[in-house]
């Protein structure tokens, strides 16, 4: 039988977007945990009076204190994302390989093969492409496929406008 798994494709994810959303969901989650506490609390101090039997508000309070707590943690480990780094790394990679291209190829070089008289700007863009892919996956064949297809757009933009 012949193997049916599909491998999903999925979009790369800039580090420093990856940080911006993990600084949002820590604040969204420490401003809900707050929040909630302090509703509970003014619910305990009679500042906000329910009108529910004390058995019931106990429970609510429990499940809702865990839930609050559940919330400061998630806050908590969202701040300490360790992303900084990556996104070092992820600066220096690209660096890396645009330089290596830059002093290894130029325009010609991408475009070679490439009879640019009979064919359309979109069929130019696929086939420039698929050499940058070519010439990228030679040299740097341990690169994630969703960065490299977000380097050789970087490439092909240095490149051609």
């Known amino acids: 039988m012949a193997d049916t798994t599909v491998k999903q494709k999925h979009t790369y994810v800039e580090a420093d977007r990856k940080i911006e959303d993990a600084s949002s969901t820590a604040w969204s989650f420490l401003f809900l945990g707050i929040m909630g506490f302090a509703a509970l609390i003014l619910v305990w101090t009679n500042i906000l009076p329910l009108d529910i039997p004390f058995t019931t508000l106990l429970m609510a309070t429990i499940v809702l204190g865990i839930l609050f707590l559940i919330f400061l943690f998630v806050s908590i ?26 002093e290894h190829y130029s325009a010609d070089a991408i475009s070679h093969g490439v009879d640019e008289g009979d ?43």
């Open 77 to 102: 480990r969202a701040f300490h994302a360790r992303l900084i780094p990556v996104k070092s790394k992820e600066e220096a990679d690209i660096c890396r390989i645009r330089n290596w291209f830059v």
């Open 119 to 161: 064919i359309s700007m979109e069929e130019l863009y696929y086939l420039r492409l698929e050499n940058i892919s070519r010439l990228l996956t030679e040299e740097f064949p341990e690169l994630e496929d969703s960065f490299s297809e977000y380097i050789m757009e970087n490439i092909y933009q240095m490149y051609f406008d």
